[in-house]
């Protein structure tokens, strides 16, 4: 096990062996250089977690940390496999090309493999809180985890989520927002999970299209109609938080500058209890 000191954080590097995923997996772990009781931090995960090298996530976390801006919390990226479009997803359906056909299984290694580990690596039963993030594709695929599973998270990151993710393609003459995206559907369709608390992000240059002429891009549409959805679930103010950047792109350097208000709405200084 390699730890290396950096300020106020640590981080530890792993691999872990996957039966579902039937690969090894890399995961990083991010938390405070002195813990005194584990399970009195709240634990993340987060998709895509080789992005969190380009972002210094590391000295992002120290930065924080040392400010007392936010409270301990352990952190696990989890580096994207070479199958991502396949293992990021929906886990009820893969979309109208099939991708996201391996999002069962990897629901299956977040549950059954990653949190059994960090738990007994970190020597504890159980984490104050559970939350999931992601980027991207990977903000998709930790919406669905989050979403489908209120008994065991109970806050969830998006940053420039693959919101349009739909079961039809969208050149079919009978592609329709309201039937076709699937998340969006999954909300409309499901209940009301109490205690579950949304943060989004999105860039107002995440890209460029614009599929039904409207004067605002697909990704921002996109995500104010899932917060729509929420909202017409049950969600409040309280529950969700909207982060629209003028300037944001569909990059890690947005990311980067969105990742301490998130961190900041979920864990910081005012949620000290």
Same mark, same amino acid.
């Given at each position: 096990?390699?730890?290396?000191?950096?300020?106020?954080?640590?981080?530890?590097?792993?691999?872990?062996?996957?039966?579902?995923?039937?690969?090894?997996?890399?995961?990083?772990?991010?938390?405070?250089?002195?813990?005194?009781?584990?399970?009195? $931090?709240?634990? /993340? @995960?987060?998709?895509?977690?080789?992005?969190? *090298? !380009?972002?210094? %996530?590391?000295? =992002?976390?120290?930065?924080?940390?040392?400010?007392?801006?936010?409270?301990?919390?352990?952190?696990?990226?989890?580096?994207?496999?070479?199958?991502?479009?396949?293992?990021?997803?929906?886990?009820?359906?893969?979309?109208?090309?099939?991708?996201?056909?391996?999002?069962?299984?990897?629901?299956?290694?977040? $549950?059954?493999? /990653? @949190?059994?580990?960090?738990?007994?690596?970190? *020597? !504890?039963?159980? %984490?104050?809180? =559970?939350?999931?993030?992601?980027?991207?594709?990977?903000?998709?695929?930790?919406?669905?985890?989050?979403?489908?599973?209120?008994?065991?998270?109970?806050?969830?990151?998006?940053?420039?989520?693959?919101?349009?993710?739909?079961?039809?393609?969208?050149?079919?003459?009978?592609?329709?927002?309201?039937?076709?995206?699937?998340?969006?559907?999954?909300?409309?369709?499901?209940?009301?999970?109490?205690?579950?608390?949304?943060? =989004?992000?999105?860039?107002?240059?995440?890209?460029?299209?614009?599929?039904?002429?409207?004067?605002?891009?697909?990704?921002?549409?996109?995500?104010?109609?899932?917060?729509?959805?929420?909202?017409?679930?049950?969600?409040?103010?309280?529950?969700?938080?909207?982060?629209?950047?003028?300037?944001?792109?569909?990059?890690?350097?947005?990311?980067?500058?969105?990742?301490?208000?998130?961190?900041?709405?979920?864990?910081?200084?005012?949620?000290?209890?």
């Amino acid at each position: 096990m390699n730890a290396v000191k950096e300020l106020n954080y640590k981080t530890e590097g792993a691999v872990l062996s996957s039966a579902w995923l039937k690969r090894d997996v890399i995961i990083d772990f991010y938390f405070p250089a002195c813990v005194d009781d584990w399970s009195a $931090l709240c634990l /993340l @995960l987060i998709n895509d977690g080789q992005d969190l *090298h !380009t972002m210094d %996530f590391v000295g =992002l976390l120290a930065g924080l940390y040392a400010q007392k801006e936010i409270r301990q919390v352990l952190c696990v990226g989890i580096t994207a496999g070479p199958d991502r479009k396949r293992e990021y997803g929906t886990a009820a359906a893969p979309d109208y090309m099939g991708r996201g056909d391996l999002a069962g299984s990897y629901t299956k290694f977040v $549950l059954e493999e /990653l @949190l059994p580990y960090t738990a007994i690596r970190y *020597h !504890t039963k159980a %984490f104050k809180e =559970l939350a999931f993030a992601g980027f991207s594709l990977g903000g998709l695929s930790a919406l669905d985890i989050v979403w489908n599973h209120p008994d065991v998270f109970s806050r969830a990151g998006i940053f420039s989520g693959s919101l349009w993710w739909r079961s039809r393609d969208q050149e079919d003459p009978a592609y329709n927002d309201d039937q076709d995206r699937i998340m969006q559907q999954q909300i409309r369709n499901g209940t009301y999970r109490p205690g579950l608390k949304f943060f =989004l992000q999105c860039g107002l240059m995440d890209e460029a299209n614009d599929r039904n002429q409207n004067g605002v891009i697909d990704a921002v549409d996109d995500t104010r109609d899932l917060v729509t959805e929420l909202v017409k679930k049950g969600y409040r103010l309280g529950d969700i938080a909207y982060l629209e950047l003028e300037d944001g792109k569909h990059d890690v350097a947005t990311w980067k500058k969105a990742m301490p208000a998130f961190l900041k709405w979920g864990w910081g200084s005012v949620n000290v209890k």
